[in-house]
């Protein structure tokens, strides 16, 4: 495993993302896969995970509670998060910190994160009456935090601009960053403003939501003949360790196999060439000029949807249909989604509108996709 240091701890390159684990179809997470999953990571070396308040509807930090347990404390590292939600008061703020204390058995924190600073909820973090920063500042006196940073799916602007007012409380930024964001979300700029700042970079969603770990066949086929022994998702780590300032990647995964094939991607450090990453943006292109939507099935927008429809599965039928031109038919449609949860249903709340990262236009979608159905 290779390792990154970081304010003198040693952390391992490879980070467990703590929001894909293997779920049966009522959406239980099957605790003895994941419970072997983690066990793989610490024995491989694999020291640091990721969860949040909101990751498997809530239950994340319980569950890595529950399953880190058995280790001593200082085997691992955990990061978790502060979500940006409507708090009426400090007491608020301090009540969801002390359950996070709890649901998680960690004593403290080693990493601790304000959720995805972004336009939507930045005014929450930065409401004087509510004193949010101070509080984090608090806690890492009291040594209940050790390092503070951020995650963000904000603009540009935003970073900078928060940044540069909170530059203590943003020991390192957890942004998405992968060969296909390198434009479509800004990632290029968002790297050369955390150099300019000296912020160390931990990368979530290094393959998309495992959109970017299977290629197409030809695409397949060029990389492989460049890098033979190299696997297509091996591909977006290679990028990533090519990358200045980046210190952590988070995979969130949902197997024992990718497990093992990431462990084995980290034991070396092997960075693309400039031959190579221009093969990969020439990828990149290609999949953008397709248009299709770029949902990485976070699942951030299901929570709250009053029709409960299964939102990330309805946007990859619906990429499906585009990129077929309309081949996927209504019938195939309602066989993959239940009764009742057709694109027809959504009411055009947009409740889940701001909360996806990727700013998909969940509501319009489903109305065009209705319609064409
Ligand atoms: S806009 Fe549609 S999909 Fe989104 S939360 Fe409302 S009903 Fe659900
Ligand atoms: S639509 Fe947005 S919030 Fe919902 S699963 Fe896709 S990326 Fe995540």
Redesign the pocket.
Known sequence: MLYKDFKGMSLSALGMGCMRFPCDANKNVDMAATAEMIDVCLQNGVNYFDTAWFYHGGRSESIMGELLSKYPRESYYLATKLPGHEYKSREEVAARFDEQLRRTRAGYFDFYLLHNVCEDNVGIFTDPALGIADFLREQKAAGKIRHLGISTHGSLALMEEFISAHRDIVEFCQIQLNWLDWTLQDAKAKVELLNRFGIPIWVMEPLRGGKLATLSEEDTSALLAMRPAESIPAWSFRFLQGIPGVTMVLSGMSSLSQVTDNIHTFGTSAPLDAQEQKALFRIADAILAKKTLTCTGCKY??E??????D?PK?LSLYNKYCLTGGKVRAEAVACEVENGKL?S?????????SKCPQKIR??EI?SDFADRL
């Open positions: 927008c299901t709250d949807c009053p029709m409960e429809l939102i309805l694109p249903a959504c009411v055009g709340c947009r409740t889940c509108e969940i509501s489903m």
